[in-house]
């Protein structure tokens, strides 16, 4: 009886393997015999997707920091006054030179899933703070590169993370604590202050050498705001030719003259004082396609149509021209007969005009967007001093001046290679978000690895007085700390051994803002230096880079899919549960 029993079990056994390999499924697991004990469990048989790839444990924490530090080595060098760019060519031969950690890591296109967290840190950190991108990436990859032998030696990685967690609560309340406040008073001193930090930000870009022009500029840009500082208020337009120094900041709107039909250049290019129409109205004829259709029986009813039209639209520009408007901007287009019509009274019109530059306009101005010409009144009507059409390098560009309401401001942008002057756009976002950080969060410390020695010195201290894991666990995290004076170094073609040594003992000592000379290989106080930025910007790059850590040792395990076709094994590739790991 018992033979018959082991067979059948065995038969079904089988009959459930060749079933499960004609589905297209694999088992994972072995599968045993199915045991007639009662006392023994049945093994468990896991099912995923032929072809899932699934890799745990140790080695999957491993190969996850090993995938970090080659992001690493990919920003490493453009850390710093003295770092290098990078030059990027996407598949359609398009080439992007930058040295910013944030536009690098976007533009590698990353596909490794852990990887992929250093990219996201790198791009909360530039819409945060739009500073320290490169900072934020390398401090997360050598907190891991300081943990893979814990973690080689079988260390618990909740034990790392609750480390971790405690060392970087200990470091953000010791920056807050040594932090310089900011006197918000004196509008001069402030004023100094916002430069030096703008300054210290374009220090490690390409416009670095004009530095002194471009932190006045963000300054200036900035300081013309709102209380909410928007972003998009600051507009930046470039043009290429000239040279960076030709470069201005316009109090106001500037923008490219839009298209223009005959008739266009009979208009006035300058007026002072005068009353600005902001439309979002056709002014022009419809193509008889674009036109409902009309069954009509006579000529007349044919003219009577065509009468009714041009009746339409001019009875809109009188009303227009009756307003006492001298410019009129309009989001959709301004037509032929309506472009002669204002040249031969006088006016100035531009059509097409994008809607962040009127939205600009009317911000700058006053008045209000219409979308009817019914209620023209003054209160609809924006003004200012002094309308100009000009000449920047191959360009026009329409000018806003002396704005009563003036809440944003134009940069352009003047350089050789396109590559250069959108560079240089992506570096003034940089400094303006620095300057935008410093305002709202009165507070600094000194850049140049200084703030980093004092918190590796300040945890190394700390770490001598716990017992157990946590000691050796906090003295990595310190140790981790010193990559940023060391890249700093290596960088500038430094001995960084001989200058981190130097450091370690200035620090030891009470010199709390000590951090790297870039300029004469050495040590030097670069707060006294004026080598400033916000605490925000360290507070925020620690927080990350800890937490992507953090976030990392967290997993132990990969399930990776393989991508589902449309000619996959049968049962696999199509219907329902596609793409997802099946388990029974």
Same mark, same amino acid.
């Given at each position: 009886?018992?033979?018959?029993?082991?067979?059948?079990?065995?038969?079904?056994?089988?009959?459930?393997?060749?079933?499960?390999?004609?589905?297209?499924?694999?088992?994972?697991?072995?599968?045993? %015999?199915?045991?007639?004990?009662?006392?023994?469990?049945?093994?468990?048989?896991?099912?995923?997707?032929?072809?899932?790839?699934?890799?745990?444990?140790?080695?999957?924490?491993?190969?996850?920091?090993?995938?970090?530090?080659?992001?690493?080595?990919?920003?490493?060098?453009?850390?710093?006054?003295?770092?290098?760019?990078?030059?990027?060519?996407?598949?359609?031969?398009?080439?992007?030179?930058?040295?910013?950690?944030?536009?690098?890591? =976007?533009?590698?296109?990353? @596909?490794?899933?852990?990887?992929?967290?250093?990219?996201?840190?790198?791009?909360?950190?530039?819409?945060?703070?739009?500073?320290?991108?490169?900072?934020?990436?390398?401090?997360?990859?050598?907190?891991? =590169?300081?943990?893979?032998?814990?973690?080689?030696?079988?260390?618990?990685?909740?034990?790392?993370?609750?480390?971790?967690?405690?060392?970087?609560?200990?470091?953000?309340?010791?920056? =807050?604590?040594?932090?310089?406040?900011?006197?918000?008073?004196?509008?001069?001193?402030?004023?100094?202050?916002?430069?030096?930090?703008?300054?210290?930000?374009?220090?490690?870009?390409?416009?670095?050498?004009?530095?002194?022009?471009?932190?006045?500029?963000?300054?200036?840009?900035?300081?013309?705001?709102?209380?909410?500082?928007?972003?998009?208020?600051?507009?930046?337009?470039?043009?290429?030719?000239?040279?960076?120094?030709?470069?201005?900041?316009?109090?106001? @709107?500037?923008?490219?003259?839009?298209?223009?039909?005959?008739? !266009?250049?009979?208009?006035?290019?300058?007026?002072?004082?005068? +009353?600005?129409?902001?439309?979002?109205?056709?002014?022009?004829?419809?193509?008889?396609?674009?036109?409902?259709?009309?069954?009509?029986?006579?000529?007349?009813?044919?003219?009577?149509? @065509?009468?009714?039209?041009?009746?339409?639209?001019?009875?809109?520009?009188?009303?227009?021209?009756?307003?006492?408007?001298?410019?009129?901007?309009?989001?959709?287009?301004?037509?032929?007969?309506?472009?002669?019509?204002?040249?031969?009274?006088?006016?100035?019109?531009?059509?097409?005009?994008?809607?962040?530059?009127?939205?600009?306009?009317?911000?700058?101005?006053?008045?209000?967007?219409?979308?009817?010409?019914?209620?023209?009144?003054?209160?609809?009507?924006?003004?200012?001093?002094?309308?100009?059409?000009?000449?920047?390098?191959?360009?026009?560009?329409? !000018?806003?001046?002396?704005?009563?309401?003036?809440?944003?401001?134009?940069?352009?942008?003047?350089?050789?290679?396109?590559?250069?002057?959108?560079?240089?756009?992506?570096?003034?976002?940089?400094?303006?978000?620095?300057?935008?950080?410093?305002? +709202?969060?009165?507070?600094?410390?000194?850049?140049?690895?200084?703030?980093?020695?004092?918190?590796?010195?300040?945890?190394?201290?700390?770490?001598?007085?716990?017992?157990?894991?946590?000691?050796?666990?906090?003295?990595?995290?310190?140790?981790?700390?010193?990559?940023?004076?060391?890249?700093?170094?290596?960088?500038?073609?430094?001995?960084?051994?001989?200058?981190?040594?130097?450091?370690?003992?200035?620090?030891?000592?009470?010199?709390? %803002?000590?951090?790297?000379?870039?300029?004469?290989?050495?040590?030097?106080?670069?707060?006294?230096?004026?080598? %400033?930025?916000?605490?925000?910007?360290?507070?925020?790059?620690?927080?990350?880079?800890?937490?992507?850590?953090?976030?990392?040792?967290?997993?132990?395990?990969?399930? +990776?899919?393989?991508?589902?076709?449309?000619?996959?094994?049968?049962?696999?590739?199509?219907?329902?549960?596609?793409?997802?790991?099946?388990?029974?």
């Amino acid at each position: 009886m018992a033979t018959q029993n082991q067979w059948a079990y065995t038969m079904l056994t089988a009959m459930l393997v060749s079933m499960l390999a004609m589905s297209g499924h694999k088992i994972n697991s072995t599968l045993g %015999w199915l045991s007639t004990d009662k006392n023994t469990k049945p093994t468990p048989v896991i099912l995923l997707k032929e072809g899932t790839d699934t890799s745990q444990g140790i080695p999957q924490l491993i190969s996850n920091i090993n995938a970090c530090q080659v992001i690493a080595e990919a920003v490493r060098t453009t850390l710093g006054p003295r770092g290098m760019d990078k030059l990027m060519v996407d598949g359609r031969g398009k080439a992007t030179i930058s040295n910013d950690g944030a536009t690098i890591l =976007k533009l590698l296109d990353v @596909v490794h899933p852990a990887a992929k967290t250093l990219v996201d840190i790198a791009r909360s950190q530039d819409a945060e703070v739009g500073d320290g991108t490169t900072s934020v990436t390398l401090l997360a990859a050598e907190f891991l =590169k300081q943990l893979k032998p814990y973690v080689e030696e079988g260390l618990h990685p909740q034990t790392i993370i609750r480390a971790f967690r405690t060392a970087t609560n200990l470091a953000v309340n010791k920056i =807050k604590e040594i932090s310089v406040p900011v006197k918000k008073d004196d509008k001069q001193e402030q004023r100094q202050l916002l430069e030096k930090c703008a300054a210290t930000a374009l220090n490690s870009k390409l416009i670095a050498g004009q530095k002194d022009f471009f932190s006045k500029m963000v300054v200036d840009a900035v300081m013309s705001l709102d209380e909410l500082l928007s972003l998009k208020m600051i507009g930046i337009k470039k043009v290429q030719g000239g040279a960076l120094e030709d470069s201005q900041l316009i109090s106001g @709107v500037a923008f490219k003259k839009t298209f223009s039909y005959a008739g !266009f250049e009979m208009q006035p290019k300058r007026y002072e004082n005068p +009353k600005i129409a902001l439309l979002n109205v056709e002014l022009e004829l419809k193509a008889e396609k674009d036109n409902a259709e009309v069954r009509v029986k006579s000529v007349e009813d044919y003219q009577a149509i @065509v009468d009714a039209e041009w009746n339409i639209l001019y009875d809109k520009l009188e009303k227009i021209y009756q307003s006492g408007a001298k410019v009129v901007l309009s989001k959709l287009p301004i037509g032929d007969v309506a472009t002669q019509y204002f040249a031969d009274r006088d006016l100035f019109c531009a059509g097409r005009v994008q809607e962040e530059d009127l939205r600009r306009t009317m911000m700058a101005c006053g008045g209000s967007i219409q979308t009817s010409v019914g209620a023209m009144t003054d209160d609809v009507l924006g003004q200012c001093e002094l309308f100009e059409e000009v000449q920047v390098g191959g360009e026009r560009y329409n !000018f806003f001046k002396g704005c009563p309401k003036a809440k944003t401001c134009t940069i352009i942008l003047r350089g050789g290679a396109e590559q250069f002057t959108e560079e240089t756009e992506r570096s003034l976002h940089d400094a303006i978000m620095i300057v935008r950080r410093a305002i +709202k969060n009165d507070s600094i410390v000194a850049g140049g690895g200084a703030i980093e020695m004092e918190l590796s010195k300040y945890l190394r201290d700390y770490s001598r007085t716990i017992p157990g894991k946590q000691q050796l666990l906090i003295g990595a995290y310190a140790k981790a700390l010193e990559v940023i004076p060391r890249q700093l170094c290596d960088n500038a073609g430094f001995d960084a051994t001989n200058i981190l040594n130097k450091l370690r003992a200035k620090h030891a000592q009470g010199g709390m %803002w000590y951090g790297v000379d870039i300029n004469n290989e050495d040590i030097a106080d670069n707060f006294a230096s004026c080598v %400033w930025e916000p605490a925000i910007v360290r507070i925020n790059a620690l927080t990350a880079a800890s937490e992507a850590a953090c976030l990392i040792l967290s997993v132990d395990e990969t399930i +990776k899919n393989p991508r589902s076709t449309v000619d996959g094994p049968p049962g696999g590739g199509r219907g329902r549960g596609r793409g997802r790991p099946h388990a029974h």
